[in-house]
């Protein structure tokens, strides 16, 4: 049961426009998101993160979108630059069944090519 | 402060053969988990280890287990290899009291390991 979806494996934008990474979940109980930046033989760094009760969340060229009815998140990448080509994580997080500690889900992954 | 460093970095094995991986966490953090990363399947959760116990376990089969010791350094190991369980294994250490910040979630670089 993938419990957090990135639908879309690759996405190839131009250098200078936007890029839109989008990820969807289906466990209601997520209250914490994250988007991580992997390049290849290296472990992926954190990139920008977003609270339940927000539903934007900006750091630079970064912006990440929460739409909780929809159950959707989107990493948005203005402008987009070559040294941006990457493979991007989204990750859900919620409290254990148990409690008393976070359980995190990370999704397949989308390869963003940007073409100088 | 040091990363997560997961050693070796590079690890050819041959079939039936066992295999054991290490990860120091970050000083300080207590909890280290482990993902396998293949193309395709994005970060597939094994397991979390936190003050040397097993609280959370992903769906692998019995081969794959794991220890974490008094000093949070954590190993994985694998017996019986098969050629499937060539991968890139991913390490990250977390303090779930960082959370507003990158969750306090930090991968290594990883261990890519060929089954031969």
């Known amino acids: 049961d993938q419990q957090v979806k990135q639908n879309s494996p690759s996405l190839s934008v131009q250098e200078g426009r936007i890029s839109i990474l989008n990820c969807d979940y289906t466990?209601?109980?997520?209250?914490?998101f994250l988007w991580y930046k992997k390049y290849p033989a290296e472990g992926p760094t954190f990139l920008i993160s977003?609270?339940?009760?927000?539903d934007k969340n900006e750091d630079g060229r970064f912006t990440v979108f929460l739409n909780k009815s929809a159950k959707h998140l989107s990493l948005h990448i203005v402008p987009s630059q070559p040294g941006d080509s990457a493979v991007y994580f989204c990750?859900?997080?919620?409290?254990?069944?148990?409690?008393?500690?976070?359980?995190?889900?990370f999704g397949t992954g989308t390869k963003l090519q940007v073409i100088p | 402060k040091a990363g997560v460093t997961q050693t070796p970095r590079y690890l050819i094995k041959t079939r039936g053969q066992q295999v054991t991986l290490s990860c120091s966490p970050i000083?300080?953090?207590?909890?280290v988990s482990w993902y396998q990363q293949t193309p395709g399947q994005g970060l597939q959760f094994l397991f979390e280890?936190?003050?040397?116990?097993?609280?959370n376990k992903g769906n692998f089969p019995g081969r794959f287990s794991g220890r974490q010791f008094s000093n949070s350094r954590s190993e994985m190991n694998v017996s019986t290899l098969e050629l499937g369980d060539s991968a890139l294994y991913l390490c990250?250490?977390?303090?779930?009291?960082?959370?507003?910040?990158?969750?306090?979630?930090?991968f290594g670089s990883g261990t890519r390991l060929t089954v031969v």
């Open positions: 990750a859900a997080s919620k409290w254990a069944d148990s409690g008393g500690y976070q359980k995190v889900t």
């Open positions: 977003i609270s339940s009760i927000k």
């Open positions: 990250a250490s977390s303090d779930y009291r960082d959370r507003a910040s990158n969750y306090g979630y930090t």
């Open positions: 466990n209601s109980m997520f209250d914490y």
């Open positions: 280890y936190f003050s040397e116990t097993q609280r």
């Open positions: 000083s300080g953090h207590r909890s």
